[in-house]
């Protein structure tokens, strides 16, 4: 079989030809190096392709086929790098743990295996996470299967990338303020930020510790849903982790019960600042919503212009709290100094790149005696208020659909005069992610060869309806899956 | 731009922050943090004096271990990733600082 049949395959297409033997998790598992091979040194989607231990161990299943498969068995996955997997590199894209190999495999990653997938690899991310573009990997950027000129989005771009040039068939990323929808959207797939405490972080490399959430990039919606099914779920390791059960699509209401949602909209998400073309995708999306007898409610979320401030005075003092463990003493980079605290400094500043510095003095600032009322608190207090914008709206519809981004993918080293404005890419995202709802961006169509990303938010804990109406909106869409051709400017 | 952080706050916050600087890139980073902290300052629209803070998400009791021992075989595995192991710790520069030092240097 070769990579371009697979183009509009899902998790269960997969499981249905391993179970009816027509190929074997070998025979899967050389196609899609294959087809990393061919892409790589295009896209930069992988820091670490795990090819000889994911042979091997293709082989023994192959020679070990169980009567009755597990969910994931034999399936490729690729892993965002921040993501703790046993015996592999874990470098968060930084210098600080470039040799770092991690003793452990996180809560998801065990689960992904316990279903039976193989670990393709390591996916580039903005280092520690902190990014929007994967330009601030230490090991440089990946670049967009679509138009290879442009950024993928960030952080978890090396994921979404993968994805969308089916160098791989699904992949796990990590969400704080966006980084699982943002890139999501701009290589044309899906992203999936289950509700905070949804899935377990266990062995996820801390940024901001009440933001991080790992979610599914796939191609499909329904392969959101099997790799939510498999990931989610109580881990006593992980005391945010909600006492619940792990999702099932039995989850999802009919289409019957789908079809009488309420959607809300909005009215701060389409405001001049969204690229005209965007505002018109997701306007055409919704026009198809309503034509199907759904009905659309304006609503208001009135301090969405606050987020962003707050978000980023909130997370960086989370990551400043969070990156001071890298110190050289027990794991990661050491720069020897003359005695402890030269060491600590040396192996600080040379282990950190520009962003990762700036946000971790940001985020100590805001903390500071004399500062923390001025900011940090405040920010905890607008975050009160952001949610109880989400919980009002959410009492006069079921969901909320919105753009995922203002703009498209931005060319890759593209200037940019004001800091701030690179931070406003993630303007969409980040509010459902301050209120810790579930939400996920799918591509709602394409213009110039540039994927629209359109965004469901979700109440906490209600991933059944998101993803039904999700499932649903995928289908009214109709729209073909990306296979890029991988050749200089637009591949699509 | 109004100046928020000076130069002086910013080098106290770098010391804490254990991240080293040359003069050039703290003048930079001075820059920067003044930029983004014009920013926050769009917070001081919003009457928060009869607002919750929300620091984390989850409801309800923390989740408790109860109190006895388990066996754990995990040493071996995280202490190869470790820079310097002796004996089962892990070895560092010298903690005392170098005033102590060459007074107990010179009691010897």
């Known amino acids: ?492 | 731009m109004k100046e928020v952080v000076y130069l002086s706050e910013l080098e106290k916050i770098a010391r804490l922050s254990k991240l080293g600087f040359s003069a050039e890139e703290l003048q930079s980073f001075l820059r920067d943090i003044n930029d983004i902290v014009a920013h926050f300052e769009k917070l001081n629209q919003l009457d928060l004096q009869d607002v919750s803070s929300t620091s984390h998400l989850g409801g309800g009791e923390p989740p408790f271990f109860s109190d006895e021992p388990q066996a754990w075989e995990g040493s071996e595995e995280v202490l190869k990733g470790a820079p310097w192991v002796a004996g089962g710790y892990f070895i560092v520069p010298r903690i005392v600082d170098k005033e102590e030092k060459e007074n107990e240097d010179r009691r010897i």
């Open chain 1, 1 to 492: 079989m070769k990579i371009e049949e697979f183009k509009d395959f899902t998790i269960q297409d997969y499981h249905h030809l391993l179970e009816e033997k027509k190929i074997s998790p070998l025979e899967l598992i050389d196609i899609f190096l294959e087809r990393i091979e061919e892409g790589e040194d295009k896209i930069h989607a992988f820091l670490f392709v795990n090819e000889e231990k994911a042979k091997n161990e293709a082989r023994e299943k192959t020679d070990n086929w169980p009567e009755e498969l597990p969910p994931l068995w034999g399936l490729p996955v690729a892993i965002k790098d921040n993501i703790c997997t046993q015996g592999m590199p874990t470098t968060c894209g930084s210098k600080m743990l470039e040799n770092f190999v991690s003793p452990y495999d996180a809560t998801v990653v065990e689960r992904l295996k316990a279903a039976g997938a193989i670990i393709l690899g390591k996916t580039n991310m903005d280092e520690f996470a902190m990014g929007s573009s994967t330009e601030n990997s230490t090991f440089g950027p990946t670049h967009n299967p679509l138009d290879l000129r442009r950024t993928p989005g960030g952080s978890s771009g090396g994921s979404a990338a993968s994805v969308c040039a089916l160098e791989a068939p699904c992949a796990l990323g990590s969400d704080t303020g966006g980084s699982v929808r943002q890139p999501a959207a701009f290589c044309g797939v899906v992203g999936l930020r289950p509700t905070y405490g949804r899935v377990p972080r266990y062995g996820v490399v801390g940024l901001a510790s009440s933001l991080d959430q790992a979610g599914p990039i796939t191609r499909k919606v329904e392969d959101a849903i099997t790799i939510l099914e498999v990931i989610s779920g109580k881990d006593s390791r992980d005391s945010t982790c909600a006492p619940y059960p792990p999702f099932s699509r039995n989850e999802i209401p009919s289409l019957e019960d789908i079809r009488k949602i309420k959607v809300g909209v909005p009215r701060e998400y389409f405001s001049s600042r969204v690229e005209k073309v965007i505002g018109e995708k997701i306007q055409e999306a919704l026009g198809k919503l309503k034509g199907e007898g759904v009905e659309l409610v304006e609503v208001s979320l009135p301090h969405t212009d606050y987020a962003l401030e707050a978000y980023y005075i909130v997370a960086s003092a989370e990551a400043s709290s969070n990156l001071a463990r890298y110190d050289g003493v027990m794991y990661g980079l050491r720069v020897e100094g003359e005695d402890l605290q030269d060491m600590y400094f040396e192996t600080r500043t040379l282990g950190f790149g520009k962003e990762v510095k700036r946000r971790i003095i940001l985020g100590t600032y805001s903390l500071s005696s004399g500062h923390y009322d001025e900011y940090y608190l405040k920010s905890m207090k607008v975050r009160t208020l952001v949610r109880k914008d989400f919980e009002e709206a959410l009492k006069q519809c079921n969901l909320l659909i919105t753009p995922t981004t203002p703009s498209f993918p931005f060319f890759l080293g593209e200037e940019t005069q004001d800091l701030y404005e690179r931070y406003t890419d993630d303007i969409f995202t980040i509010p459902s992610a301050l209120a810790g709802l579930p939400s996920l961006s799918l591509n709602c169509g394409y213009e110039g060869g540039l994927p629209v990303g359109l965004q469901i938010i979700g109440g906490p804990f209600e991933e059944g309806k998101l993803l039904g109406l999700a499932l649903w909106l995928e289908k009214l869409l109709a729209l073909p899956s990306p296979f890029p051709e991988l050749k200089e400017g637009r591949g699509q």
